[in-house]
């Protein structure tokens, strides 16, 4: 049997990962993060945060433009990080693009639930909200998406798992969470079959849009960077892309820029990627098994895992 959680005993979790890993993981110098790529894993560094963010931005024109109305194109995107949306709109805007006429598609990651149901755009914590008040709702009328093509994990997963058959998702991005998921594909609680050992990689990644408990730790970080630390007024579920759908992405790309994970999550789940190290106790980690995954760091946030006093 593994070790429990340290943060949350009935859950899985990377601190039940083997001391071993952890201690090596922690010793990672930024040169050693470099050397992680191999084929199938790029990992990337940004001297600027102009720079990542920028780069971040730029996935979407260039998904968008491979886009014809008779061949869809669409880009999957995260809120959080957030702060490449506003820069989206004012490229599509400078460079008069027209994604209606493109027919170009996006697709949000997830969604906060209350009560058995996604919330809708009246909620402060919307994602949905998010998405369109700094993305779409900047770009000029004319060339915005039409409403259709704009999805959105809500209270219809089937459906919006089924668009990802039909329009062709040239890239899905994403941020790290303190837990080490993408979108809200959490560890999974320790209870059932997985009491003894998380669940194998091939069973997670069997799992689609769908709605989710949220791990602890991904409810406090949430309470921090989004709530003013009011952890009562945070969502315990959400409605989240799962594997299923991000294997049907040509390309995954991850940023930190240092907000969402701190020097020893950033190393770690690189290292596990590039290790073939998959396993479900680190979400993350299962990218492993994808073809096709980069890694986009804001270098000077990389910092390095001491142990001391601030």
């Known amino acids: 049997m593994r070790k429990r959680s340290v943060v949350a005993s009935d859950w899985w979790d990377y601190t039940t990962l083997d001391e071993e ?15 992680l790529s191999r084929d199938g894993f790029r990992v990337v560094f940004h001297d600027t945060l102009e720079d ?16 014809t109305p008779d061949n869809p194109v669409g880009i999957c995107g995260p809120i959080g990080p957030t702060e490449q949306l506003p820069l989206v709109a004012r490229l599509v805007n400078a460079l008069d693009i027209n994604l209606a006429a493109l027919d170009a598609h996006f697709w ?8 058995g149901k996604a919330v809708d755009e009246s909620h402060p914590l919307s994602f949905q909200k998010a998405d369109m008040e700094l993305c779409f709702n900047r770009m000029r009328p004319e060339l915005r998406p039409r409403a259709e093509n704009l999805h959105f994990p809500t209270n219809d997963p089937a459906g919006f798992s089924a668009s990802f058959d039909q329009i062709r998702c040239a890239v ?3 941020g790290q969470g303190d ?18 050992a998380p669940p194998p990689p091939e069973e997670y990644l069997k799992l689609g849009t769908r709605m989710v408990d949220l791990h602890p730790m991904t409810i406090m970080q949430n309470a921090r960077t989004s709530g003013g630390g009011r952890l009562s007024e945070v969502p315990t579920q959400a409605m989240t892309v799962g594997p299923v759908e ?27 990627i590039s290790k073939g190290l998959a396993d479900a106790a680190v979400p993350m980690s299962l990218l492993a098994k994808h073809p ?12 390095d895992c001491s142990v001391e006093m601030h």
């Open 21 to 35: 890993l952890l201690q090596e993981v922690a010793q990672l110098s930024a040169e050693d993060m470099l050397a």
């Open 52 to 67: 990542l963010y920028l780069a971040e931005a730029l996935e979407y024109i260039t998904a968008w433009k491979q886009s």
């Open 108 to 115: 949000g990651m997830d969604e906060w639930v209350m009560d």
């Open 172 to 174: 899905m991005q994403g």
């Open 179 to 196: 837990v080490k998921h993408w979108a809200f594909n959490d560890p999974p609680k320790r209870e059932g079959s997985w009491t003894d």
């Open 246 to 272: 991000t294997w049907k992405s040509e390309r995954v790309s991850i940023w930190q820029a240092g907000n969402h994970d701190n020097p020893f999550g950033m190393r770690l789940t690189a290292y596990m």
């Open 292 to 303: 096709n995954v980069e890694f986009h760091y804001y270098r000077h946030a990389i910092g």
